[in-house]
């Protein structure tokens, strides 16, 4: 009997809008306003510097999806880079990414609408669920749905920021601006690992490659695209909000609503609201099916149960992979009701992750494409900018250290029971 695959239905037009809204997260609803309270006028430069990094880093990416069109994404890169070994020590350092990070979005999005509309506090999480919700049932429909869901919000979206950005310039003022670096260059430093989450997501573009039409162009179209799009709407909100002051503040709470007010009043900081709640699940789903994909494909390698490989009869869609984020993102959200976690202390955990899940990769990169000087370059200068912002990272910088630690011991476990059972066989 021929083994179920995934549906090839992808295009360039729709994995760019996917590529964008995974990237485009909630954190541009409120880590402009954030760095520039924590680094000052300075922090915009951090942002161009990200945002001209981030194109090596997704071109890498998009190189290698296109080489290797196989839902693993990074996972299987690693795999054929390093082994197999390595291979499953990443796919175990995902697990502590999106799992935790995705809940994370939802609470920053919905806490952002419950602040801009002046809704109860407890509306916080059942919105949140509401979001991760309607991201699981896309997902299940199939990606070519979500593909056109996503490019008719990130319209949307586009409209708003370009707004807000234009409604806040008559307000930017040139003493704004001074002094440039306000609170000395290790907060620069700092600032740079919380904006880097706002970078995460384009490998989850990688795990669908199996998805795309033609993987190896339309890779290399959307890897190519998504960047600029999103390094210029981020490094425009970063100038206004730091030239408009719209930051520290008693507002500071929903810093993109207050940059629309300043141009169109209550109405547009209402609208902003909405869009924030668009903007949540455009990032909510993007990470959703690239996550899903990336487990699916590693329990078809036998990395993780079997069960997790098991595809919906119609929709050709990894129903259990899904079912599986579905009840670990309420248990996310449970802990976050009972014990009232700090969401900014905890974007760091799942953005550290990333950094080191970026260093595999760029390290794989350089080591697949060993024939290829300039690719080899190109992937050392994401590496090079991955590395030295690790050490800034602090004490969450041991969390990827112990899902590596897991992961090691298991495969170690795994490769023993091999051994043993291929001892036996020459035995008998």
């Known amino acids: 009997m021929e083994e179920a ?28 306003a954030l760095t520039a309270e924590q680094a000052g006028p300075g922090s915009i430069w951090v942002w161009v510097g990200m945002s001209v990094l981030a194109f090596p880093l997704a071109l890498t990416i998009g190189r290698l999806g296109a080489r290797f ?23 175990w350092l995902f697990i502590g990414t999106i799992p935790i990070g995705v809940p994370i979005i939802a609470l920053i999005g919905a806490n952002y609408v419950e602040k801009s509309f002046f809704m109860p506090s407890w509306s916080i999480s059942l919105m949140a669920s509401l979001m991760l919700v309607l991201s699981l049932y896309l997902n299940v429909r199939g990606v070519e749905l979500a593909g056109w869901v996503q490019i008719f919000l990130l319209i949307l979206i586009a409209l708003v920021m370009l707004t807000a950005v234009l409604a ?20 620069l430093g700092k600032s740079a690992v919380i904006i880097f989450w706002c970078f995460v997501g384009w490998e989850m573009v990688a795990h669908l490659a199996e998805e795309f039409r033609h993987p190896s162009q339309d890779l ?43 141009g169109l009043g209550r109405i547009g900081s209402i609208m902003t609201g909405a869009i924030a709640f668009l903007i949540t699940v455009v990032a909510i789903h993007g990470n959703v099916t690239g996550f899903s994909r990336m487990v699916y494909a590693q329990a078809r390698n036998g990395d993780f149960p079997a069960i997790l490989a098991k595809l919906h009869p119609r929709y050709q869609t ?21 014990f009232h976690i700090n969401l900014s202390i905890l974007i760091k955990w799942p953005s550290v992750v990333f950094l080191v899940i ?28 991955c590395v030295t912002l690790y050490p800034f990272s602090g ?24 051994r043993r059972s291929t001892w036996m066989g020459k035995r008998s």
């Open 358 to 385: 970026y260093i595999i990769a760029m390290a794989s990169a350089i080591r697949l494409f060993n024939e290829e000087r300039g690719a080899k370059w190109m992937a050392a200068i994401p590496l090079i900018l």
């Open 5 to 32: 695959q995934l549906n090839r239905s992808l295009t360039w037009i729709q994995g760019t809008a996917i590529a964008i809204g995974a990237v485009l997260g909630s954190g541009v609803l409120v880590l402009p």
């Open 318 to 338: 990894p129903i259990v992979a899904l079912v599986a984020l579905g009840i670990d993102f309420a248990v996310v959200l449970t802990i976050y009701i009972v």
């Open 220 to 262: 290399r179209r959307t890897f190519t695209l998504a960047p600029a799009v999103v390094g210029i709407l981020y490094v425009g909100l970063s100038f206004v909000t730091v030239g408009a002051h719209a930051y520290g503040g008693a507002d500071q709470g929903a810093p993109l609503s207050q940059l629309v007010g300043m």
């Open 395 to 418: 004490w969450a910088g041991v969390y990827p250290l112990i899902l590596a630690a897991i992961g090691w011991g298991i495969s170690h476990k795994k490769s023993g029971k091999g």
């Open 168 to 187: 806040a310039m008559p307000d930017v003022r040139l003493a704004s601006f001074h002094p440039w670096i306000a609170h000395g260059w290790a907060q």
């Open 69 to 91: 069109p196989h839902a693993g994404g990074i996972v299987e890169y690693a795999r054929l880079a390093f082994g197999p070994r390595t291979g499953q020590i990443t796919g």
